[in-house]
T-cell receptor, first 113, second 112 residues
Framework: SQTIHQWPATLVQPVGSPLSLECTVE??????LYWYRQAAGRGLQLLFY??????ISSEVPQNLSASRPQDRQFILSSKKLLLSDSGFYLC????????????FGSGTRLTVV | KQEVTQIPAALSVPEGENLVLNCSFT??????LQWFRQDPGKGLTSLLL?????REQTSGRLNASLDKSSGRSTLYIAASQPGDSATYLC???????????FGKGTTLSVSS
């Protein structure tokens, strides 16, 4: 069966520090991968999606970047965090060839102080 | 650009009531639609997926329908229980393999 792992679960970082959040998927090949952010009082906003290794699309300009170094690994990064980067970050995967829907990880709660 | 709206934003009901959560989208070219549940501080749990050729799906006390012509989906919860208390999110994708676009959710509270 397919599983998705996200870590860490919670993170408190000072303004200006770097960030690296990791997401891995098991049990499937060539998944589409997504990073979403859920800010307080707001809906889920798509940040990045990837259809293959090294292929990253960004939905909104921001202080974050994403990379996909391996087929089932998706990393969200920042060189210098801002207060506005605080939120709940969720990774998800889907398979475009088969309409199985989307599966989400358990999320990372990031607080920038 | 696809936008998804969920009404109501919050709902409080006594245990045992049947209820309907509504979701509307601006672009009727929905490929599939998925309903999720989110408990406070947790990730998203998929409840029902309505695929491109389908109009409704059922799982236990939950039934979701999709009317592409009107741009609406509803989630029906029968005989609500306190354990149903959570935020319910509706999301659609315009094409296979593209990202889901989410509504802001309906926060449901079921009192015993």
């Amino acid at each position: 069966s397919q599983t998705i792992h996200q870590w860490p679960a919670t993170l408190v970082q000072p303004v200006g520090s770097p960030l690296s959040l990791e997401c891995t998927v098991e049990g499937t090949s060539n998944p589409n991968l997504y990073w979403y952010r859920q800010a307080a009082g707001r809906g889920l906003q798509l940040l990045f999606y990837s259809v293959g290794i090294g292929q990253i699309s960004s939905e909104v300009p921001q202080n974050l970047s994403a990379s996909r170094p391996q087929d089932r690994q998706f990393i969200l990064s920042s060189k210098k965090l801002l207060l506005s980067d605080s939120g709940f970050y969720l990774c998800a995967w889907s398979v475009s060839a088969f309409n199985y829907g989307y599966t989400f990880g358990s999320g990372t709660r990031l607080t920038v102080v | 650009k696809q936008e998804v709206t969920q009404i109501p934003a919050a709902l409080s009901v006594p245990e045992g009531e049947n209820l309907v959560l509504n979701c509307s989208f601006t672009d009727s070219a929905i490929y599939n639609l998925q309903w999720f549940r989110q408990d406070p501080g947790k990730g998203l749990t998929s409840l029902l997926l309505i695929q491109s050729s389908q109009r409704e799906q059922t799982s236990g006390r939950l039934n979701a329908s999709l009317d592409k012509s009107s741009g609406r989906s509803t989630l029906y919860i029968a005989a609500s229980q306190p354990g149903d208390s959570a935020t319910y999110l509706c999301a659609g994708a315009n094409q296979a393999g593209t990202a889901l676009i989410f509504g802001k959710g309906t926060t449901l509270s079921v009192s015993s």
